[in-house]
């Protein structure tokens, strides 16, 4: 059975750094791997969609990586703004026969100090 | 362009009680997904649909069906609700397994 891990569970830095974000699964048998943020009490938003043959995605501030044989993934954020907080979630999309959908993490909540 | 929709965005049943949860999107997309997210648990995929007229199990389908009578719609039934379906309910929507998957607002759904 897949699993997704994230780590930290939180975080809280000040504004202007760069920052990492990461996720691991234990199945590297995957489609692709998708990054979204959650804001509170509100659904879930699309970052970034990295498929198994990639290595990597970009978009404006954010880049998202992908070592499949490894299981891991992580999400980089550049010059963190108060905006930024929320809390991100990784999920991936196995591949072969058995269920479709996404198997999440339980997330990362991203505290961005003023 | 509404993208993924729910309906209602609250509702507090009391056990036993039925409902149905309404998805609807209006980007033809063939694959349509529910969801319930629990604090502590994550998002939990409880049933899917890969194309107008099927529906299939996810990870944690018991006591509820669901219907796909309209590739727009994706209804999530509740026969007799019970307090652990306490949570909030997403739809999800997507054209094929290789693309984004986007979702709606949730349902959040209270059962006493």
């Not at chain 2, 990870?59 to 999530?76: H, I, M, T, W």
């Not at chain 2, 652990?84 to 209270?110: D, H, I, K, M």
Request: glycine letters at 10%.
């Amino acid at each position: 059975k897949q699993e997704v891990t994230q780590i930290p569970a939180a975080l809280s830095v000040p504004e202007g750094e760069n920052l990492v974000l990461n996720c691991s699964f234990t199945d590297s048998a995957i489609y692709n791997l998708q990054w979204f943020r959650q804001d509170p009490g509100k659904g879930l938003t699309s970052l970034l969609l990295i498929q198994s043959s990639q290595r990597e995605q970009t978009s404006g501030r954010l880049n998202a990586s992908l070592d499949k044989s490894s299981g891991r993934s992580t999400l980089y954020i550049a010059a963190s703004q108060p905006g930024d907080s929320a809390t991100y979630l990784c999920a991936v999309r196995r591949s072969g026969g058995g269920a479709d959908g996404l198997t999440f993490g339980k997330g990362t909540h991203l505290i961005i100090q003023p | 362009n509404a993208g993924v929709t729910q309906t209602p965005k609250f509702r507090v049943l009391k056990t036993g009680q039925s409902m149905t949860l309404l998805c609807a999107q209006d980007m033809n997309h063939e694959y349509m997904y529910w969801y319930r997210q629990d604090p502590g648990m994550g998002l939990r995929l409880i049933h899917y649909s890969v194309g107008e007229g099927t529906t299939a199990k996810g990870e944690v389908p018991d006591g509820y069906n669901v219907s796909r009578l309209k590739k727009q719609n994706f209804l999530l039934g509740l026969e007799s609700a019970a307090p652990s379906q306490t949570s909030v309910y997403f739809c999800a929507s997507r054209q094929g397994p290789l693309y984004e998957q986007y979702f709606g607002p949730g349902t959040r759904l209270t059962v006493t």
